[in-house]
């Protein structure tokens, strides 16, 4: 510091701190969590908080397969900021992570795998892939969730296909099915037929593509024909010289082969429009509504007659007609046929719709009420099966659109033809386009009156999300909608890695599936593994002393080889883990995944915890949207705008990405690049050097030496407020889930109020005030309490760092080996910081003003630094009064300038400075009055001179 050459930097009281400035994150954090596992960490906490009250996060299960993306990043940070936030909150938050064992993406990948070898392989074979596949995908997401900081018991995780978690998955299947809810029926199910298996909502994924809109006239029968002659819709003559249709629309032409009726509303109106098309007439039956749109889309503008009459849909119910190419009814009911429908709009078509109750929900209930069969004339693998006729058989549905729409052209009934953009359900896992298809399926009852409680699962599910906190508030309502319009809950899949539903059939082809058989499966499974099903007979499974219901014997009874849905089984994981397993009460305080979960395993928990304890299984669910690149696009490999997670692991350390993930609004869709997670590190470094600054000037202060808040220096007052004001805004950020507005109180606590205000203006006490001097101690107090409680707030997210801090400080206020084993700071209850909070805004106004003056000195050259200024401040008498209150030698501090002269009386506060001429003292660089005042010591300020001969 001397300009001299004498040399004073030896005199000063230099910060020193093992706290490296350096993080080296990359490196450190893996030594750090093989200490935290010799030590137990995780075991010492639970042991820690025994007897306390639980909070429990129930962890919904991701699959086990592949390595983990960085959506896994958020949702995983996410739940391990919760639990860690209310274990050092003093609550008994265990964490046990699951994994989703079984189902078609573990399937399909092994089959995939094994190429023409799983051709002709049994179903156990099958299995025992599958299960090798997930139990090695379990072994490395374990790892590399806990290279993240997570913590928890992944020791011991749950997995799906453990024997104790499939035995609680039947023990509430067995519940479903005393109540009556379960049910086996032939009814249109999405299909995928890639994959050959039933998939329910939440297996479904909706993309944009483009299909056939058609506009088909179906012809109508004699009988037809002389009816609406008799409505007066239809004249004589036209009866005689056009050919008289009903006119439908459909964009799934490939479902006119399973035609059996056409579906009008009873109260709308209908009428003709006559026409010629390729020299032939036609007398077409629409909704009047729908006359204009149906006339553009066949390019008749100008060459048609409408009927001046009109007639309801009522009254063309039971009129006759014949199928466009299919000659005989394949079926053994009534068919070809209009019925009446009220779901029938006219939003679009014709107002008459084609009516396949094997190939849709709508389709299918107007099929029970007119008792005409399910008829689905398609195969497992998509092709249709000989009942169609002959041209089309053995085709793949998905390949005949345009096959079916050139053989309707030929034959005259293809009244117009285009392409319509529309949403469209494709497989979660093959990614091709599903179709409804009619098979028989095992099915959970939404609308069935549950025995004793005289509501549906439906009613019960509307009911309970009232009682639920959804966050953010749009869950509800989301969730709501799609409780409002989900059809019957598809259980079953046609598939081998899965938990096998547990019925079995007779000789006769009845199924037994009641409450005791079930729980008599779910008891043999619980010993045996779901294998035993595949191994074992019926007799083996269900005990010789089991009792068969009247019309069952051993002899001839067979197992069913469906398997369960998997978010069934993911659905039971309240019951399997929190309730059976752990013994926790049921609801748990939070359900926290990705926004996709209300279709998935939110909703699909809470059915079958309202259907077997009429209650929801949590309290709070909480959702966080998905990643993006930086111009909003859906990230993916495919892209090229995929981000990796390993690589962002190695490349910037855990905690880099943890501060990432908390400094985000995660209820929006998340952008995420490699360049974004890169610029936390700025924000990282203000906090690592904020803590190290502070370490380094409290390595020689004993908390036994605190200086009383009353005694404290004025800055010192203000700084400490600062922190209790931090303390209460983030213990709030943190109770409301808002982890983005922890990130952003603490960033900006350690960018404003530490670095450019406080731990810059200490510079000159802490370096050159005597050692043990009140003015240091009361400084140190304040440093002490800070960093003590600015370590512990970032413990949840800087897992690695605080720990390094913590282990760094030579006093804690908590003797714990971790700070993971400490609990978070409380407001000093002493101290009211809002009550000068408008004081100190003032005060800070007033130095902004000082500080922008001196900003213009310095571009002048006029000055080099703020120490060489002298300021004189022209106040009004408020503002005076303000400042003395402070202290002007104290104000100067904050300025960091050698001179304040205040002068009062003034209408407004203004603030002039210049140059020093006081001469600058060679230890501590402030030029002050008393520099070169004792001969003995020219060159240095009375403070110094007094601080060096204490040292002598």
């Known amino acids: 510091m001397s300009e001299s050459g004498k040399g004073y930097s030896h005199t000063l009281n230099l910060p020193s701190t093992s706290f490296a400035m350096k993080a080296n994150l990359v490196e450190r954090e893996p030594l750090m969590q093989r200490q935290w596992a010799q030590m137990d960490l995780y075991g010492r906490i639970r042991t820690a908080r025994r007897g306390r009250p639980l909070y429990i996060l129930h962890d919904g299960p991701p699959y086990a397969n592949g390595n983990i993306h960085m959506g896994h990043v958020i949702n995983k940070v996410l739940k391990d900021l919760v639990v860690r936030y209310k274990t050092m909150t003093g609550f008994d938050a265990p964490y046990i992570p699951g994994w989703d064992c079984h189902g078609l993406p573990i399937e399909a990948k092994v089959v995939s795998d094994l190429g023409p070898k799983a051709v002709g392989m049994d179903r156990l074979t099958i299995r025992r892939h599958c299960k090798e596949y997930a139990a090695k995908y379990v072994r490395l997401q ?78 109508l029968t004699a009988e037809g024909i002389a009816k609406l002659v008799d409505l007066g819709l239809v004249t004589a003559e036209q009866a005689g010289s056009c050919q008289v249709c009903l006119l439908i629309w459909t964009t799934t032409p490939w479902t006119l082969a399973a035609n059996l009726a056409v579906a009008v509303h009873p109260d709308l109106d209908y009428t003709a429009i006559e026409y010629k098309k390729a020299a032939r007439r036609y007398l077409s039956i629409v909704a009047s509504q729908r006359v204009g749109p149906t006339i553009a889309a066949g390019g008749l503008e100008g060459n048609f007659k409408q009927s001046t009459r009109t007639i309801k849909g009522r009254d063309l119910e039971g009129l006759r007609y014949t199928h466009p190419f299919v000659s005989k009814n394949p079926t053994e009911k009534d068919a070809y046929k209009v019925i009446l429908a009220d779901y029938v709009t006219t939003e679009d078509g014709t107002g008459l719709v084609h009516i396949a109750p094997g190939h849709g929900q709508e389709d299918y209930a107007s099929g029970i009420q007119y008792d005409l069969a399910i008829y689905s004339p398609v195969r497992d693998d998509g092709t249709y099966d000989q009942t169609v006729p002959e041209w089309l058989a053995g085709r793949s549905v998905l390949e005949v659109d345009e096959i079916v729409c050139q053989h309707l052209d030929r034959n005259g009934w293809l009244f117009a033809k285009a392409q319509i953009l529309h949403s469209y359900p494709h497989c979660w896992r093959s990614k091709g386009p599903v179709i409804f298809r009619a098979t028989e399926q095992w099915f959970l009852s939404v609308d069935r009156e549950i025995p004793g409680i005289g509501k549906s699962l439906r009613q019960l599910a509307l009911e309970a999300i009232a009682q639920v906190e959804w966050i953010p508030a749009w869950g509800r309502k989301r969730i709501e909608g799609m409780l409002q319009s989900r059809p019957d809950w598809c259980l079953s899949r046609q598939r081998s890695w899965g938990l096998p539903i547990p019925a079995f059939v007779n000789k006769d082809g009845r199924p037994l599936l009641t409450r005791d058989s079930v729980l008599a499966v779910a008891a043999y499974i619980r010993r045996h593994g779901s294998d035993s099903w595949f191994t074992d007979s019926p007799r083996q499974i269900l005990g010789d002393e089991f009792r068969l219901p009247y019309g069952f014997e051993w002899e001839g009874l067979k197992k069913e080889l469906n398997i369960f849905d998997v978010w069934f089984e993911a659905g039971c994981s309240w019951y399997s883990v929190c309730s059976r397993q752990e013994g926790w009460p049921i609801p748990v305080d939070l359900y926290l995944e990705g926004s996709d979960q209300h279709r998935g395993w939110f909703q699909l928990s809470l059915l079958p915890a309202l259907g077997v304890l009429a209650r929801p299984p949590f309290k709070v669910v909480l959702t966080h949207g998905f990643t993006v690149d930086d111009q909003g696009i859906k990230q993916s490999k495919s892209l090229g705008n995929y981000v990796d997670a390993q690589q962002e692991v190695a490349r910037f350390g855990a905690d880099i990405l943890r ?197 213009g000195l310095r571009q002048d050259k006029r000055i080099a630094s703020n120490q060489q200024a002298a300021v004189t401040i022209r106040a009004t008498d408020e503002d005076a009064q303000l400042i003395e209150w402070f202290g002007i030698k104290d104000f100067a501090a904050l300025c960091i300038v050698s001179e304040v002269f205040l002068e009062k009386g003034h209408p407004q506060t203004t603030v002039v400075a210049d140059k020093s001429r006081n001469q600058k003292c060679q230890r501590c660089w402030n030029y002050w009055p008393s520099v070169g005042k004792d001969p003995s010591h020219p060159d240095l300020c009375h403070r110094c001179i007094e601080v060096i001969k204490q040292m002598a």
């Open 142 to 219: 374990g790892q590399q969730f806990q290279r993240l900081g997570i913590m928890g018991q992944f020791d011991r995780p749950y997995l799906t296909f453990d024997p104790q978690y499939e035995a609680g998955i039947l023990e509430v299947f067995a519940e479903l099915v005393g109540k009556g809810l379960v049910y086996k029926q032939l009814k249109p199910v999405h299909w995928s037929v890639e994959c050959q298996t039933a998939l329910a909502e939440a297996e479904l994924e909706y993309r944009d593509i483009t299909s056939p809109s058609i506009y088909v006239n179906m012809p």
């Open 659 to 855: 501060l990432w993930v908390s400094s985000v609004d995660y209820q929006d869709d998340i952008r995420c690049t490699h360049q974004i997670i890169g610029r936390t590190q700025d924000a990282y470094r203000k906090i690592r050097n904020t803590i190290r600054y502070l370490l380094g000037n409290t390595s020689d202060f004993d908390p036994k030496d605190a200086v009383p808040y009353e005694r404290m220096y004025p800055v010192d007052r203000w700084a400490y407020q600062q922190l209790q004001k931090l303390i209460c805004e983030v213990q709030q950020a943190y109770n409301d889930f808002a982890f983005h507005r922890v990130f952003s109180q603490i960033y900006n606590f350690c960018s404003v109020q530490m670095s450019s205000i406080y731990m810059d203006v200490l510079k000159d006490r802490m370096y050159c005030d005597p050692k043990a001097s009140l003015s240091r101690r009361s400084a140190q107090t304040v440093m002490y309490q800070t960093l003590d409680c600015l370590v512990r707030m970032l413990a949840p997210i800087l897992v690695h760092t605080a720990e390094e801090a913590w282990s760094a400080m030579p006093f804690r206020s908590q003797q714990t080996d971790s700070v993971h084993l400490a609990t978070m700071p409380v407001a000093d209850p002493a101290v009211d910081w809002q009550k000068d909070q408008a004081l100190y805004d003032r005060l800070m106004g007033i130095r902004d003003m000082v500080l922008g003056v001196l900003e």
